[in-house]
């Protein structure tokens, strides 16, 4: 069975940067089409990222800030987080975007001084 593994998570002051790991244990998973979600406390889970083959796409609140990248011989995903704010505090995970498979535990992100 197919597992989703997020970590790169911790604690950083705003400005600071992140880098997020998305690692898809288990054969026969494709990592062609892959997002990253976000869900803060208190809110429901919102798409941050996408990466679709060679093209990329970003929520508005991340673009410009945020790289979602992948390395196929990994079979990892990343998501590289620059000047980030206190609102993009919050557990942070991946996923297929069209044919989603069980989430995983996520890595929390917590931008704080």
């Known amino acids: 069975q197919v597992q989703l593994v997020e970590s790169g998570g911790g604690l950083v002051q705003p400005g600071g940067s992140l880098r997020l790991s998305c690692t898809a244990s288990?054969?026969?998973?494709?990592?062609?089409?892959m997002g990253w979600y976000r869900q803060a406390p208190g809110k429901e889970r919102e798409w941050v990222a996408r990466i679709y083959l060679s093209a990329t796409g970003y929520a508005d609140s991340v673009k410009g800030r945020f790289t979602i990248s992948r390395d196929n011989a990994k079979n990892t995903v990343f998501l590289q987080m620059n000047s980030l704010k206190p609102e993009d505090t919050a557990v942070y995970y991946c996923?297929?975007?069209?044919?989603?498979?069980?989430w995983g535990q996520g890595t929390q992100v917590t931008v704080s001084s």
């Open positions: 996923n297929n975007p069209s044919y989603p498979i069980p």
């Open positions: 288990g054969s026969r998973f494709s990592i062609d089409d």
